[in-house]
C-alpha cells in the first residue's frame, strides 16, 4: 500500500523534514534535481542533449534550476528562462540562480526560444502550490513549453504547471508534459481529472522526505496498491471444499436479460468464492445454464408467489455475500427484490447498476439497512444518486463520492478513469491506479461487482474488499488488454484474465 498526499500534507513533510528531522531544504532541492537530471539522461542516452529549462521564482524554480546546473556539468547545453520577478524569488531559489550564473549557465528573463534549438524542455514554474488560474506571462511561459515540447520531450519537476496538485484540474492553460517526476509521495492532480492527460508517465523518486507522513500529523489524501498487495486476498485452504470460499447470492438479470447476470455470477466464481446462485427472471434460465452450468438457479416469474419469496429467504439466509443489480430493470419487480433483499440480508451486499437508480428514489433503504453495503455506480448512476447534475459530478466526482459515502453510510465505488473507493466514515479514500481504456465498455461493470462480491465472500472486509476488487479487475483489464489490445477486448475477456491476478 502506497500513500497520496495532497499539497498540504506534502508541505508540512517538507517542514517536519528540514525542521524536526534536521534535512536542509537545500540538500531535498538537491536530490530532487539530481533525480529529474537523472532521468533526462536516462532516456535520451543516445542522444545529444540541448535542454531548456522554465523556472519559477518560488522553490521549484530552483529544482529547475539546479536540475539545468547538474545538466550543464554533465555537457549538456543548457539555456534557463526565468519566469516572474527576480526579487520574488525564494531564498534558496536566489542561491541556486547565483550557482548557475558563476558558472555561466545561460540566463533569460524574456526573448524568443525556437523549437530547433532544444529536445528537452523542463517545466519548474509553479511544483504543489497552484491554487489560481495562470495567467499573464505565466500563461505565456505555458504556451513556450508546449510549443517547444512537441519537437521533443516536456519533464514536469513535481506537478505539470497549470495542474491543481490535489484535484487534477486545470486552472486555465497547463504544460502537456511527457513524464512528470514528483517527490517521495504521489499527488492525487497527476491521476484525476485533466491532470491525468497532462502528467505522462509519472515516476515517483524518493529524496530523503519522511516516509511515515504519521509523524508529521499528516492523513494522505488516498492510499493505493501495487502488485505487492495482491498478497492481501485471503489464502486458500489445501483441506478447504466449496462451503469453505463462500457463496455468493447474485440478484441480476431482468426479463431476457441475461448477460449482466452471467458477468457477474462468473466474476465472482473467478475470483474465488466456492458456489454462485444466481436469482434471475425465468427466461433467462436457459441461456445462464448453458453459459455457467456450476450455478445454482432460483428463477421468478412476473407475477411472483409466496413460495418465490421463500425461495428469495433461502438465497439470501444462506449467502456469504450478495450482489444485486445488474440487469435487474427499474420496474416494480425490481424494486420489490431490492426492498426484500436490504431488509433481510445480514451479509454485505454489493449494489450495482440498474439497482442504484432505484435508490436513488428510496435512498432510506439504506439508511435502514441491517447489514454493509457497496454501491458501485459510474459518473451518471452517482448523479442520479446524489441529485447533482452530471457536469458537476464529472469535475467533483471524487468530493460527491465522498460525501455520498457518509450521507448513505455505505461504501462509494466511484467507476471512472480513475476510479474512487470512500468509505462511510470519510476517514479512507483509495485511489485506484489499475486499469485502462479498453475497459470502457459494456458488461465491465458487472464483472466488477462479481468480483468484489467473490472477495467477500472470502472474508474479506468490505473496505478492503472494495478497493482489491477494483485493483484486480484493473490488473485483469490490463492482461485482456495485452491479449485483445484497448480496441478489440470486451467485458469476457476481463473475466478470462482473472484467474493471471488472483491465483
Not at 470519510?426 to 485502462?436: E, F, K, P, V
Not at 461493470?445 to 484493473?474: F, R, S
Request: proline share 2%; glycine share 10%.
Amino acid at each position: 500500500m502506497e500513500y497520496c498526499l495532497d499539497s498540504t500534507g506534502m508541505k508540512k513533510c517538507d517542514k517536519y523534514t528540514i525542521e524536526r528531522v534536521g534535512i536542509p531544504s537545500l540538500v531535498l532541492m538537491e536530490r530532487a534535481a539530481l533525480a529529474v537530471a537523472e532521468e533526462i539522461v536516462r532516456n535520451n542516452e543516445a542522444k545529444e542533449i540541448s535542454a531548456v529549462i522554465f523556472a519559477g521564482t518560488g522553490n521549484n524554480g530552483g529544482d529547475g534550476i539546479a536540475v539545468g546546473r547538474i545538466l550543464s556539468q554533465w555537457g549538456v547545453r543548457v539555456k534557463i528562462r526565468l519566469v516572474g520577478e527576480a526579487n520574488k524569488c525564494s531564498d534558496e531559489t536566489i542561491q541556486q540562480l547565483a550557482i548557475a550564473k558563476e558558472l555561466g549557465i545561460e540566463l533569460v528573463t524574456n526573448g524568443n526560444l525556437f523549437q530547433k534549438e532544444y529536445n528537452v524542455v523542463v517545466d519548474a514554474l509553479f511544483g504543489i502550490g497552484l491554487s489560481r488560474e495562470v495567467t499573464g506571462e505565466f500563461a505565456k511561459a505555458i504556451t513556450d513549453m508546449n510549443s517547444l515540447g512537441k519537437g521533443g520531450q516536456v519533464y514536469a519537476v513535481d506537478v505539470p504547471s497549470g495542474i491543481h496538485a490535489d484535484t487534477g484540474k486545470r486552472l486555465g492553460m497547463a504544460v502537456k508534459a511527457d513524464y512528470t517526476v514528483t517527490f517521495q509521495y504521489a499527488k492525487p492532480g497527476l491521476y484525476l481529472l485533466e491532470g491525468r492527460q497532462c502528467s505522462g508517465q509519472v515516476l515517483i523518486k524518493d529524496i530523503g522526505i519522511i516516509k511515515n507522513p504519521a509523524w508529521a500529523q499528516v492523513t494522505p489524501s488516498y492510499i493505493t496498491y501495487q502488485k505487492k498487495d495482491l498478497c492481501r486476498i485471503p489464502k486458500r485452504s489445501d483441506r478447504g471444499n466449496k462451503g469453505s470460499f463462500g457463496r455468493v447470492a447474485v440478484f441480476a438479470g431482468s426479463y431476457e436479460m441475461a448477460g449482466a447476470a452471467y458477468f457477474a455470477a462468473d466474476a465472482a466464481y473467478r475470483s474465488g468464492c466456492g458456489l454462485v446462485e444466481i436469482i434471475t427472471h425465468e427466461r433467462n434460465r436457459t441461456v445462464l445454464m448453458e453459459k455457467l452450468p456450476e450455478a445454482v438457479f432460483t428463477c421468478y416469474s412476473s407475477e411472483e408467489s409466496l413460495e418465490k419469496k421463500a425461495k428469495w429467504q433461502r438465497a439470501v439466509s444462506t449467502a456469504s455475500a450478495i450482489v444485486i443489480g445488474p440487469g435487474l430493470g427499474t420496474d416494480a419487480k425490481a424494486e420489490e427484490i431490492l426492498s426484500y433483499v436490504l431488509k433481510e440480508a445480514k451479509v454485505p451486499c454489493v449494489i450495482d447498476a440498474d439497482a442504484i437508480n432505484i435508490l436513488a428514489c428510496h435512498k432510506e433503504w439504506l439508511r435502514n439497512t441491517k447489514t454493509s453495503c457497496i454501491l458501485t455506480p459510474h459518473i451518471k448512476e452517482l448523479s442520479r444518486l446524489n441529485g447533482v447534475e452530471v457536469d458537476v459530478v464529472k469535475e467533483e466526482y471524487a468530493q460527491v463520492a465522498v460525501k455520498e459515502a457518509k450521507d448513505c453510510g455505505c461504501i462509494i465505488v466511484a467507476k471512472n478513469d480513475r476510479t474512487i473507493v470512500a468509505d462511510e466514515k470519510g476517514n479512507t479514500r483509495y485511489l485506484n491506479l489499475s486499469g485502462c481504456n479498453g475497459m470502457a465498455g459494456a458488461g465491465s461493470g458487472d464483472v466488477l461487482a462479481g468480483m468484489i462480491g467473490g472477495l467477500l465472500a472470502q472474508g474479506m472486509d468490505c473496505l478492503e474488499a472494495a478497493c482489491m476488487g477494483v485493483y484486480t479487475h484493473g490488473l485483469a483489464g490490463e492482461a485482456a488488454a495485452e491479449q485483445y489490445g484497448n480496441y478489440s477486448m470486451k467485458a469476457g475477456d476481463i473475466i478470462n484474465n482473472i484467474h493471471k491476478i488472483i491465483n
